[in-house]
């Protein structure tokens, strides 16, 4: 995988106490390796107590609101983002390049009480409208962590909450002017997936809007071999399939209608939007 070894070396100043990116990327894929193994042999206990060597990762993550329990499916998720936040920035970079020049049109109309669902690292969190009431939720407190980070950045008002979208305990009802999500749909697995579109149409307004990004197999028999090339890659460190069944889950919803799909780049990239009815 290709760096920019301009940013690595920024990225790294001040986290990595001098390990190369090499060394990172191999650590990442080490202590994720350990963590899902230890989840899939039924061992939780050992899956949440692992943690990447501090003298690598620097600071532990610091405590966010919420005091959830994940749905039972999530749990290795959880443990898998846990540990890959520590990482998520520089492995993720290669795609970041391009998905930084979507974001401001992507959020630019986004208006009122917003939910983001999958904050992850706050990629997001800077291109929104200084008018917009932002309510940010992740499953990895770890993740929330690093989104903190990214808080002094924004221009409108942010509160960071420790949620599972599949059950948003913590979210009232009715209460958001939209909902929006990037790349966190194909990320959950498919029998949970109908929990959280669920959850969407909940703590929609009526006529509340939602708009989700997320990124599929391409019908291009060389494209689509490039991703078949990097799907193991991809599961192993973020969970990601690009199999899953994310557009029909919202069809099949009986109170959110699309309103648009369309695609970023190629047949790969999908945007669905909608409203709640």
Not at 78 to 88: C, E, G, R, S, V
Not at 137 to 151: E, F, G, P, T, V
Not at 186 to 199: G, N, R, S
């Amino acid at each position: 995988m290709a760096y920019d070894s301009a940013h690595i070396s920024r990225s790294f100043s001040a986290n990595s106490n001098g390990y190369s990116p090499q060394m990172i990327e191999k650590s990442a894929l080490k202590w994720i390796v350990l963590a899902t193994t230890a989840m899939e042999g039924g061992n939780e206990s050992l899956a949440g107590a692992i943690n990447p060597p501090t003298s690598i990762l620097g600071q532990p993550a610091i405590s966010m609101e919420g005091n959830m329990k994940p749905h039972e499916t999530n749990l290795l998720l959880q443990a898998k983002y846990n540990i890959t936040a520590y990482f998520y920035d520089i492995l993720d970079y290669p795609w970041e390049r391009v998905y930084r020049q979507w974001r401001p049109s992507l959020e630019g109309d986004l208006r009122g009480k917003v939910l983001e669902v999958g904050v992850g690292t706050g990629r997001n969190l800077q291109f929104y409208h200084q008018d917009i009431d932002l309510v940010a939720i992740d499953l990895s407190n770890q993740m929330l962590h690093r989104a903190k980070k990214r808080m002094t950045k924004s221009k409108c008002k942010v509160r960071l909450v420790n949620e599972d979208a599949t059950t948003m305990q913590s979210i009232n009802s009715n209460e958001y002017d939209w909902v929006f999500s990037t790349f966190m749909c194909c990320v959950m697995p498919d029998e949970i997936q109908q929990l959280a579109i669920k959850q969407f149409s909940r703590v929609l307004k009526q006529d509340g809007r939602f708009r989700v990004l997320e990124i599929v197999f391409s019908k291009n028999s060389q494209i689509k071999k490039r991703q078949e090339r990097l799907a193991s890659f991809v599961e192993k460190v973020y969970g990601a399939r690009f199999d899953r069944n994310t557009l029909s889950y919202f069809e099949q919803s009986p109170h959110l209608k699309i309103t648009n799909t369309s695609y970023l780049k190629d047949d790969t990239y999908l945007l669905i939007e909608g409203v709640h009815v």
